[in-house]
T-cell receptor, first 111, second 111 residues
Framework: NAGVMQNPRHLVRRRGQEARLRCSPM?????VYWYRQLPEEGLKFMVY????????ESGMPKERFSAEFPKEGPSILRIQQVVRGDSAAYFC?????????FGSGTQLSVL | DAKTTQPNSMESNEEEPVHLPCNHS???????IHWYRQLPSQGPEYVIH???SNVNNRMASLAIAEDRKSSTLILHRATLRDAAVYYC????????????FGKGTKLTVNP
């Protein structure tokens, strides 16, 4: 079984550009979670999705950030008009309802 | 939001046992105690979880106090690869809710 796949591993964007981060959950998992980790800080929950539905977005910034998990294909975390403060590691996880399985993350660097 | 308290850091020697404590005095009857760890530059990794009874798996053991207000993660023989940040997290029974990560305990393993 392949684990949770995130791509790209590293993403460089200039201020004002858009960043798209992709997450393919483990086979059979229909729950996806996104977390952000700023340098030298802890993991902060962003959003929890099930197929085609956002269940909990309490950790999502109100502007510029959006997430989706379509019926077919990976989950996407989209950041519009990136700023330097968006530079962080973004982790996604999928769940078998008992425990979470995390991907290796996408390191976003905003120049 | 984290409802657990852990020491910021601990140190151990290679091949010695390590006991990582966690206090969760406000735990409810339906909360499971989960442990995850995060190795440098990687996503978090599930370690173990339990409700009331002590639990063992290939990675570690979890000892839960009788009143459930505290627990201890036991690594029986620490290796250099066990150097990581260890997170103790409460999660509702049967829940698919998000995991809320605190600051965790940074474990250093000395050769």
């Amino acid at each position: 079984n392949a684990g949770v796949m995130q791509n790209p591993r590293h993403l460089v964007r200039r201020r004002g550009q858009e960043a798209r981060l992709r997450c393919s959950p483990m086979k059979g998992h229909s729950h996806v979670y996104w977390y952000r980790q700023l340098p030298e800080e802890g993991l902060k929950f962003m959003v929890y999705l099930q197929k085609e539905n956002i269940i909990d977005e309490s950790g999502m910034p109100k502007e510029r950030f959006s997430a989706e998990f379509p019926k077919e294909g990976p989950s996407i975390l989209r950041i519009q008009q990136v700023v330097r403060g968006d530079s962080a590691a973004y982790f996604c996880a999928s769940s078998d309802r008992e425990k979470l399985f995390f991907g290796s993350g996408t390191q976003l660097s905003v120049l | 939001d984290a409802k657990t308290t852990q020491p910021n850091s601990m140190e151990s020697n290679e091949e010695e046992p390590v006991h990582l404590p966690c206090n969760h005095s406000t735990i409810s009857g339906t909360d499971y105690i989960h442990w995850y760890r995060q190795l440098p530059s990687q996503g978090p990794e599930y370690v173990i979880h339990g409700l009331t009874s002590n639990v063992n798996n290939r990675m570690a053991s979890l000892a839960i106090a009788e009143d459930r207000k505290s627990s201890t993660l036991i690594l029986h023989r620490a290796t250099l690869r066990d150097a990581a940040v260890y997170y103790c997290i409460l999660r509702a029974q049967g829940g698919s809710e998000k995991l809320v990560f605190g600051k965790g305990t940074k474990l250093t393993v000395n050769p």
